[in-house]
């Protein structure tokens, strides 16, 4: 899989990439530093994020500001917009992507686990984007904002209580903002990916025998994961100028995973042909 967008699609752009030290983060990162962009990226753990920056800057040759920040505390966030105005001028885009999440029957969980959740992904994506909004309006600038949220956040999921409602929160969040402001020439969109392998989601989210007993492969009809430079070619268009007219939309890329879930007669595909064979002869029987 390779890039999709032409070369210097995101040039003279500054995005902030929350969670960009690892996983998802990191190779959408990547994209928009290929793609021209000056990357800041940001978490609670500096060494992770000044690895990642050095490893970015050599493989792509692009400018990468590391900027430790807990997104669930407002004065943190409001230091990254000042650190990366102070390097790059002004900021473009916010790729709201930090998260937490693990998986637990819903009545073992402490309201405190609960609160750990929900304040990570919903708290720590309306600071960044309350604190990148007002200071857009502020300034009269432009901007994009991109949630990652996933696709149980219009459908629920049990066993990810948390996550689930959190990131239907950042749902609400992207839908009613693309609205109220699209006047200030900021526009709101997400993507929900479904399983894209990153060490971070397998180690909490699969863990050892729960691969064994739900293979998530069975569950995708195109029968493999997702490539995540698939995945950064999406956000590189919804960050770029070619999606200006894209506002308030939430873009599916899971291998059709939930809707198939969702079919009512998709489980006939573990009939079998000769089963199929027999039901058709029955059929013209009658
Ligand atoms: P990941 O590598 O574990 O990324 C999560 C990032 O969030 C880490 O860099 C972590 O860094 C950061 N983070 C956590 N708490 C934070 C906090 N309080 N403040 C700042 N940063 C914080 O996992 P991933 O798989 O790439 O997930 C990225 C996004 O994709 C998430 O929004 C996730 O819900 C979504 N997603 C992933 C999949 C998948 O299959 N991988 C599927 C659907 C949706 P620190 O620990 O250093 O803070």
């Known amino acids: 899989m390779t890039g999709m967008l032409k070369e210097d699609s995101l040039k003279g752009k500054t995005i902030i990439v929350t969670g960009g030290g690892t996983g998802l983060g990191k190779s959408m990162g990547k994209y928009f530093l290929e ?59 916010v790729l709201n992507n930090a998260a937490g999440n693990f998986i637990s029957p819903t009545e073992r969980l402490s309201h405190r686990a609960f609160d750990i959740v929900v304040d990570i992904v919903l708290r720590g994506t309306y600071n960044f984007t309350l604190a990148n909004g007002k200071n857009w309006i502020d300034k009269k600038q432009a901007g994009t904002f991109l949630n990652i949220v996933t696709t149980y ?42 399983p894209f392998p990153t060490e971070g989601a397998w180690k909490r989210l699969f863990p050892g025998e729960v691969a064994e007993q739900i ?9 493999r994961f997702g490539e995540h430079q698939e995945l950064a070619n999406l956000a590189a268009y919804l960050m770029s100028d070619y999606s200006s007219y894209v506002n308030g939309e939430v873009v599916t890329i899971d291998g059709g995973e939930w809707i198939n879930g969702a079919g009512e007669f998709n489980g006939l595909e573990a009939v079998p042909q000769d089963m199929w064979d027999q039901l058709e002869k029955m059929r013209s029987k009658k």
């Open 153 to 194: 956040a219009w459908t629920g999921s049990g066993y990810v209580v948390p996550s689930a409602c959190a990131k239907a929160g950042v749902l609400a969040l992207t839908r009613s903002l693309a609205a109220e402001w699209a006047k200030y020439n900021i526009r709101s969109n997400a993507i929900a990916p479904g």
């Open 35 to 93: 793609l021209g962009a000056n990357l800041v990226i940001t978490s609670r753990k500096l060494e992770v994020l000044e690895k990642s920056a050095e490893e970015l800057e050599k493989e792509t040759g692009g400018k990468v500001l590391p900027v430790a920040c807990d997104i669930r505390k407002y004065d943190e966030v409001l230091n990254v917009i000042k650190e990366s105005e102070s390097r790059f001028g002004q900021i473009h885009g």
């Open 215 to 223: 293979d998530p492969l069975k569950r995708i009809p195109l029968k």
